[in-house]
């Protein structure tokens, strides 16, 4: 089992109010279901970024380097896009790896027990490599990326894991994405309220499934690479 507190990043505070109830279920019986763990779960430190690359890595930097706290692992969580056709608002998009525009690239933990405890828990999951942007990606863009193999996308996800890298290259990671809108109904458009509030159920129950996560043995990560400077 992983020792430390977890740390739960997000990048907006629409999320982080949805992940208070996922944080107090990871903390209070490690989110086994209907709290019938095998204890008391990790302290959770509930951390939001703020929008974009930049706040997102300097966020964690700041958090790692200034508290100095003995973290266990790091999950960074919040709704997403979708660049694949057939994925749909609600469904959860689990990183294998993350990428941005300079190429940069790492692998996250626990994969499998992650993705075994979402769908344990009735998520309908999906697997592959997500893509932080600088910016919202639409249209012709989401298709480069999904000839590419990528997943998802977002605006976070890299810089946040690669300041967390480059300062605890032994923490574990995960990258949790539930999706609001996909390539059949993108952003401001009418269904994303529909897509958005769908989504906005499913990150409020990710307890269990990252409390599992965070108590399953798992491989370290590949180690993120340096932005070139």
């Known amino acids: 089992m992983t020792a ?3 740390l739960l990043a997000c990048a907006l505070s629409a999320e982080r109010v949805a992940l208070r109830p996922v944080a107090r279920a990871v903390a209070r019986a490690d989110g086994a279901p209907g709290g019938d763990g095998p204890g008391p779960g ?3 430190r ?6 974009g690359p930049q706040r997102s890595g300097r966020s964690v930097r700041a958090e790692l380097t200034t508290r100095q706290l003995p973290y266990g692992a790091l999950a960074f969580v919040g709704f997403g896009a979708a660049v694949r056709p057939g994925v749909r608002p609600g469904d ?3 990183a294998d790896e993350v990428e941005d525009a300079d190429g940069t690239a790492g692998a996250t933990s626990g994969v499998k027990s992650l ?10 999951v999906h697997t592959g490599p997500l893509y932080s942007a600088d910016r919202v990606v639409r249209g012709d863009a989401r298709s480069a990326l999904s000839e590419r193999g990528v997943l998802g996308v977002d605006m976070e996800t890299a810089a946040a ?3 967390a890298r480059n300062l605890r290259p032994e ?7 539930v999706v609001v809108d996909t390539p059949e109904r993108e952003l401001l458009r009418p269904a994303t309220l529909t897509g958005g509030l769908r989504a906005w159920r499913v990150l409020r129950r990710l307890g269990p499934a990252l409390g599992a996560w965070y108590r399953d043995p798992h491989p370290l990560p590949s180690p993120l690479l340096e932005r070139p400077s």
């Open 46 to 51: 509930l951390l939001c970024t703020g929008m």
């Open 171 to 177: 923490l574990p990671v995960a990258a949790l994405r």
């Open 115 to 124: 993705v075994d405890a979402l769908e344990r828990a009735g998520c309908t």
């Open 92 to 94: 959860v998009l689990v």
């Open 161 to 163: 894991l690669r300041a």
């Open 4 to 6: 430390g507190p977890l």
């Open 42 to 44: 990790p302290e959770v």
